[in-house]
Antibody
Framework: QVQLQESGPGLVKPSQTLSLTCIVS??????????WSWVRQHPGKALEWIGY???????YYNSSLKSRVTISVDTSKNQFSLKLTSVTAADTAVYYC???????????????WGQGILVTVSS | SSELTQDPAVSVALGQTVRITCQGD??????ANWYQQKPGLAPVVVVY???NRPSGIPDRFSGSRSGNTASLTITGAQAEDEADYYC???????????FGGGTKLTVL
């Protein structure tokens, strides 16, 4: 079955760019019909959707983050990435990559998820 | 509306039935999905769509919808069901994703 694994630095300095990669194994990221997504969770808080990429080119982002977020796909490496610019302490969170599925009932749901990676923004 | 609202905390006696709810206008157009999250772990989907359970999820978990409210019902709650539960759906535009604020379930 498909598995996802986040990778990247666990510490980023304020004003710099947070860059994470999600490695997809057990399936091709080029398979149609999936929304390759990023979700974050501030310590002790709820899940927050960051955005997704669809068919390798179409992206949608959370309006509150849109000006700072870019999600892209590298099909040759079977992975997708998140870049978040101009980070502050408020961006300290666990970042998850996940695959959003679309079903015949018109349902959209996340499965599977990566294990998550804690990114701390601090000097 | 672009929000999903959940009660922050719910408790249930061991072996009893509990319902966790999620309210939002988007639920009139899109099904809610439910995720279980235990401390230090990634969320796991327990119910998705109309009322579907992934393989490995016990049949004591079920979902339903009425109007703008979706519910996750656990029939015969077990100690291992103690966790945070999140609902999610697409927003009414269909392009953005919403998550509820989460419900902490305590099994007494």
């Amino acid at each position: 079955q498909v598995q996802l694994q986040e990778s990247g630095p666990g510490l980023v300095k304020p004003s710099q760019t947070l860059s994470l990669t999600c490695i997809v194994s057990g399936g091709s990221i080029s398979s149609g019909g999936y929304y390759w997504s990023w979700v974050r969770q501030h310590p002790g808080k709820a899940l927050e959707w960051i955005g997704y990429i669809y068919y390798s080119v179409t992206t949608y982002y959370n309006s509150s983050l849109k000006s700072r977020v870019t999600i892209s796909v590298d099909t040759s490496k079977n992975q997708f990435s998140l870049k978040l610019t101009s980070v502050t302490a408020a961006d300290t969170a666990v970042y998850y990559c996940a695959r959003e599925n679309y079903g015949r009932e018109g349902a959209y749901w996340f499965d599977p998820w990566g294990q998550g990676i804690l990114v701390t923004v601090s000097s | 509306s672009s929000e999903l609202t959940q009660d922050p905390a719910v408790s249930v006696a061991l072996g009893q039935t509990v319902r966790i709810t999620c309210q939002g206008d988007s639920l009139r157009d899109y099904y809610a999905n439910w995720y279980q999250q235990k401390p230090g772990l990634a969320p796991v989907v327990v119910v998705y769509g109309r009322n579907n359970r992934p393989s490995g999820i016990p049949d004591r978990f079920s979902g339903s919808r009425s109007g703008n409210t979706a519910s996750l019902t656990i029939t015969g709650a077990q100690a291992e069901d103690e966790a945070d539960y999140y609902c999610n759906s697409r927003d009414s535009s269909g392009y953005h994703v919403l998550f509820g604020g989460g419900t902490k379930l305590t099994v007494l």
